[in-house]
T-cell receptor, first 108, second 117 residues
Framework: RKEVEQDPGPFNVPEGATVAFNCTYS??????FFWYRQDCRKEPKLLMS???SGNEDGRFTAQLNRASQYISLLIRDSKLSDSATYLC?????????FGQGTTLQVKP | GAVVSQHPSWVICKSGTSVKIECRSL??????MFWYRQFPKQSLMLMAT?????????EQGVEKDKFLINHASLTLSTLTVTSAHPEDSSFYIC?????????????FGPGTRLTVL
């Protein structure tokens, strides 16, 4: 089993839609989690951090389910500018372990 | 704050040549920097952890003699791809760790796109 797993997608949704991505992780001892956004041919940029049960920032909500070892990212009222790849990241022994990423395409 | 730069942003070279990529933390000191590689449609893969003043720690499967890392100061780490071949063509990204926590303090450079002909 991969350390961090994501459905690569792509997820194609219309503007205004609500979309959710899941990410599963294998290390039950992990305490913190991150969602990064990566645009094509660019570096990843931190979107949200998740340390407890969840975090909300505007249209973005991240939730953590420790029992099932998954983290979700919910995007409400999708914008065209939300089109990107979303990377689930789990720190482990001082390193960041990246998931494959989930690609989102928001259509007009 | 916490800006990381990389140079060059892209490079095209002939097979067999060596390419040096620089990673700089512009407004903070970084005792630890990380080098990643990303192939098309794949995620970032950690290549090595660069520690200021000591040898880098390489991930399994990464040849230390091929990917030379030097972290001579608290603001600069370099990655040299020696005797580059077409299969080394990739997007190389560095990150620098700011602060003492091992969690959220990683800031990424803009990446270097290497194409080996």
């Amino acid at each position: 089993r991969k350390e961090v797993e994501q459905d690569p997608g792509p997820f194609n949704v219309p503007e205004g839609a609500t979309v959710a991505f899941n990410c599963t992780y294998s290390n039950s001892a992990s305490q913190s989690f991150f969602w990064y956004r990566q645009d094509c041919r660019k570096e990843p940029k931190l979107l949200m951090s998740v340390y407890s049960s969840g975090n909300e920032d505007g249209r973005f909500t991240a939730q953590l389910n420790r029992a099932s070892q998954y983290i979700s990212l919910l995007i409400r009222d999708s914008k065209l500018s939300d089109s990107a790849t979303y990377l689930c990241v789990v720190p482990y022994t001082g390193k960041l372990i990246f998931g494959q990423g989930t690609t989102l395409q928001v259509k007009p | 704050g916490a800006v990381v730069s990389q140079h060059p942003s892209w490079v095209i070279c002939k097979s067999g040549t060596s390419v040096k990529i620089e990673c700089r933390s512009l407004d903070f000191q970084a005792t630890t920097m990380f080098w990643y590689r990303q192939f098309p449609k794949q995620s970032l893969m950690l290549m090595a952890t660069s520690n200021e003043g000591s040898k880098a720690t390489y991930e399994q499967g990464v040849e230390k003699d091929k990917f030379l890392i030097n972290h001579a100061s608290l603001t600069l780490s370099t990655l040299t791809v020696t005797s580059a071949h077409p299969e080394d063509s990739s997007f190389y990204i560095c990150s620098a760790h700011a602060g003492t926590s091992g969690r959220a303090g990683q800031f990424f450079g803009p990446g270097t796109r290497l194409t080996v002909l």
